[in-house]
């Protein structure tokens, strides 16, 4: 149909809404265009519908030995250039983020020591 016409091709990286299933494997860059990784999926607040993170995928080589770390998603802001996610963090800082415990989505202690260490304001 027409809706899905405009759902293809390189609108995706100029459109205002963006499905939840296109920002899946996204790249994410360093502003000086390093390629950091990408967003493995994103966690919803499921009281205020918010994006709470972004869940990064880096390190590793082809996939094999890749970290999970999540991310504020106010971290990632998309460049249309570079058809991806820049953000300020560093692979340094990604590396020495804090290792979320197994019950890290729904530990808001945890929540809090994320946004504190990347120094963002809380989204709750």
């Known amino acids: 149909m027409q809706q899905q016409a405009l759902m293809?091709?390189?609108?995706r990286s100029t459109?205002?809404?963006?499905?939840?299933?296109?920002v899946n494997g996204t790249a994410v860059y360093s502003p000086g265009g390093d390629h950091l990784g990408h967003v493995d999926h994103l966690?919803?607040?499921k009281a205020s519908g918010q994006i709470?993170?972004?869940v990064m995928a880096f390190g590793g080589f082809l996939g094999v030995g890749q970290d999970h770390t999540p991310v504020p998603w106010r971290k990632?802001?998309?460049?249309?250039?570079?058809g991806g996610y820049v953000t300020d963090i560093?692979?340094?800082q990604l590396e020495k983020a804090p290792k979320p415990p197994?019950?890290?989505?729904?530990s808001h202690a945890w929540r809090q020591r994320?946004?504190?260490y990347y120094g963002m304001p809380y989204y709750w």
């Open 43 to 45: 966690m919803i607040d």
């Open 76 to 82: 990632l802001r998309f460049d249309t250039g570079l």
């Open 8 to 11: 293809t091709g390189t609108d």
């Open 52 to 54: 709470g993170y972004a």
């Open 90 to 92: 560093t692979r340094d």
């Open 15 to 22: 459109r205002a809404m963006v499905s939840s299933k296109d």
């Open 114 to 116: 994320a946004y504190d």
């Open 102 to 106: 197994a019950d890290w989505s729904e």
